[in-house]
């Protein structure tokens, strides 16, 4: 039987849980309906998405429709939760994008939309809510073809919109010129073909579903997830447009694990799609990076719950047990297909200190903490031993309550937090260069390191070089430098990450393996890697030093789509929060107002835009690039390291810990 991996998508309260709901229903799995406002939904398991009802970690749910079996995946449609998107969208072979008839275009579905397309994922649409108050349909596809894209093929219209009678009647062979218009735009033999009057429906019927599977056009349903009109219209859209998986069974096993949670006894349970072969129980698997780890238990998805088998098959999606180092994002054997982009969105850009409220629950929180950062990888950990504190990196200010709720509700931890900031960055200004040698003084160390820092293009990251013979000295020392540099360069001159720059190896030195007569290695005499470990970070801090820093702090890039009238009201306020307006234009009675933001910033307008625009303001923004700070005080981040921009502290904290070399600090 053919399997469809399909995400369902959404701005949030578009109602994507409820045709969820909706469509497990229609294939049997469920006998009653749940209902998002009483938290009784399938798919929305956490106590904090049945309290909020928005959906905030991706569910899976499998049935049978007209012979194809469908894992269906509910997604987060809250901007703060895109990091549960973003790793769903690599398994998907489709996905239905939700959009209200009532709210119309929102922001979020225009980035949805933006990635959906990009990624080249068949997507169809489903106008939900047709039944209610305000719905709409010529509006809603005017704001779909102008807002996300042409190319969108109504296949029925509405009727008796806003009443409880509201349904929905497909169209027909009278669909013709309709359908003719989109797919002609990306099929010449098409147009050619209707010229010459020689193009049937049925011709048509076919471009449409070839075109669809290309992610070239998508058809646009009508229905109402809460009373069933059109669902039925979407289901068979479901098995005929979209394309089910593929891949050979009987070929070495592949795939990408996209979710990683807990077990009740703490154990990890891997989600992964398989896209190649067959994945059995006792496989031995090995990641990319080199990781194993061997399968105890397979579980397959299977009519609203999930079954114990011995197998997973190319195509299906499995939880795995006994993969104890298994991380989201982890990809095993050749996947058959393009692997995309590490990050199809933008990466976290506010940090908070998490605080407990019994100081004796720090250990209890960092370890809680890192099994949630095993969930989201996007969410990094910052931990300062000297202060005792602990940070989280965000996307929003509402992951701040799903952090406190989770951590309260599954691990008996109460926290509370800091004012969030910016996650800045540091780059180079100049160039800079610095070199300590073996035995000399002041360097304590049995090494010789020279670095140079070098400005490099935005967006490039930090890249090692050498300009010594890699044979001049043993691998694992160069190693251990590489791998010192980049740990430094994670704090610069300011504590942020320094990003851009190339760093490269001038010099190299090392004190051969040393013995006395009769005994054994003598490490006082011998260079080790610690030596290299902890020369690096002087030898980098000086060079930086000498090359200087500057801060840049995160930009988003927004759109305001408010009324026209509100437009002086809006400008102080963007002027106050620092924001650089960019192009303004008008449609009709509507401003569409564009530019950039900080990020420390954007919570603020968030919520003033309600009060300035009659609360008919829609803001849609994410991260654009890294500006330098402007004005003011630069900021810093404390250090979390032994600080080796104070060689003298520095030096008192690292020599006791270099194996024979802890007598004491030269002057």
Known sequence: MPTLNLGILAHVDAGKTSLTERLLHAAGVIDEIGSVDDGSTQTDTLTLERQRGITIKSAVVSFTLDDVTVNLIDTPGHPDFIAEVERVLGVLDGAV???????????????????????????????????????????????????????????????????????????????????????????????????????????????????????????????????????????????????????????????????????????????????????????????????????????????????????????????????????????????????????????????????????????????????????????????????????????????????????????????????????????????????????????????????????????????????????SMPYAFFKAVEDTVNETLAQGLHGWQVTDCTVTMTHSGYSPRQSHAHQGFDKSMSSTGADFRGLTPLVVVTALRRAGTRVYEPMHRFRIEAPADTLGALLPVLTRLRAVPGTTSLRGRTCVLEGRVPAAQVHELEQTLPGLTRGEGELESAFDHYAPVAGGAVPSRPRTDHNPLDREEYLLRVMRRVPGRGAGVPS
């Open 97 to 471: 994008l939700v959009v209200s008839a009532v709210e119309g275009v929102q922001a979020q579905t225009r980035i949805l939309m933006r990635t959906l397309r990009r990624l080249r994922i068949p997507t169809l649409v489903f106008v939900n809510k047709i039944d209610r108050g305000g719905a709409h349909d010529g509006r809603t596809l005017t704001a779909l073809a102008e807002r996300l894209t042409p190319s969108v093929v109504p296949m029925g219209r509405p009727y008796g919109l806003g009443t409880r009678d509201a349904h929905v009647v497909p169209y027909d062979t009278a669909f013709t010129t309709r359908l003719l218009d989109v797919l002609a735009e990306h099929d010449e033999k098409l147009l050619a073909a209707y010229v010459e009057d020689a193009v049937s429906y049925e011709r048509l019927r076919r471009a449409l579903v070839e075109q669809t599977r290309r992610a070239l056009v998508h058809p646009v349903f009508f229905g109402s997830a809460i009373t069933g009109a059109g669902v039925r219209e979407l289901i068979g859209g479901l098995t005929e447009l979209l394309p089910a998986a593929e891949g050979d069974t009987e070929g070495p096993a592949s795939g990408t694990v996209f979710k990683v949670e807990r077990g009740p006894a703490g154990e990890k349970i891997a989600y992964a799609r398989v896209f190649s072969g067959t994945l059995r129980t006792r496989d031995r698997l090995v990641f990319r990076d080199g990781r194993e780890g061997k399968v105890t238990a397979i579980s397959v998805f299977d009519r609203g719950g999930a079954d114990r088998v011995a197998s997973v098959t190319a195509g299906r999606i499995g939880k795995l047990w006994g993969l104890t180092d298994v991380r989201i994002g982890d990809t095993f054997g050749e996947a058959p297909r393009a692997e995309p982009p590490a990050h199809h969105f933008s990466p976290p850009t506010l940090e908070t200190v998490v605080v407990p409220a019994r100081p004796r629950d720090r250990g209890a929180l960092h370890l809680a903490l890192t099994q949630l950062a095993e969930q989201d990888p996007l969410i990094a950990l910052r931990q300062d031993e000297l202060r005792q504190e602990i940070s989280v990196s965000l996307y929003g200010e509402v992951q701040k309550e799903v952090i406190q709720a989770t951590l309260a509700g599954e691990y008996g931890l109460a926290v509370t937090f800091r004012e969030t900031t910016p996650l800045c960055v540091e780059r180079p200004v100049g160039t800079g260069a610095a070199v300590e040698f073996n035995k000399k003084d002041p360097n304590p160390f049995l090494a010789t390191v020279g670095l140079r820092i070098d400005p490099a293009p935005v967006g490039s990251g930090v890249t090692f070089r050498l300009e010594v013979e890699l044979g």
